[in-house]
């Protein structure tokens, strides 16, 4: 089996900087893609940035404020949050798309509450 496991939410002011961890562990092959997820209250579920051998991607309302990395002696993805506002408010969900048994697994984490207010 494999998990995910998240750390690092919490409650910042306006314009604030945060920083989440995801760890992967368990039976794992290789790691194809991690990435963070988020969703807001009475949204639908929304990408937010994934990181594959070092290549990002993020979406345009966190470029320039939001930065992910991988420590892949470590099977962790890190997610730098800085000039948070109120609309980043949302649970985080660590992603991975992990090779195992010679097949592809998508695995989400547990989730993590990130709330940007005053």
């Known amino acids: 089996q494999v998990q995910l496991v998240e750390s690092g939410g919490g409650l910042v002011q306006p314009g604030g900087s945060l920083r989440l961890s995801c760890a992967a562990s368990?039976?794992?092959?290789?790691?194809?893609?991690m990435g963070w997820y988020r969703q807001a209250p009475g949204k639908q579920r929304e990408l937010v940035t994934t990181?594959?051998?070092?290549?990002?991607n993020y979406v345009d309302s966190v470029k320039g404020r939001f930065t992910i990395s991988e420590d892949n002696a470590k099977s962790t993805v890190y997610l730098q949050m800085n000039s948070l506002k109120p609309e980043d408010t949302a649970v985080y969900y660590c992603?991975?798309?992990?090779?195992?048994?010679?097949?592809?697994?998508?695995?989400w984490g547990q989730g993590t509450q990130v709330t940007v207010s005053s």
């Open positions: 368990g039976s794992i092959d290789s790691i194809n893609v």
């Open positions: 990181i594959t051998s070092g290549n990002t």
């Open positions: 992603y991975s798309n992990i090779r195992r048994l010679q097949r592809n697994f998508n695995y």
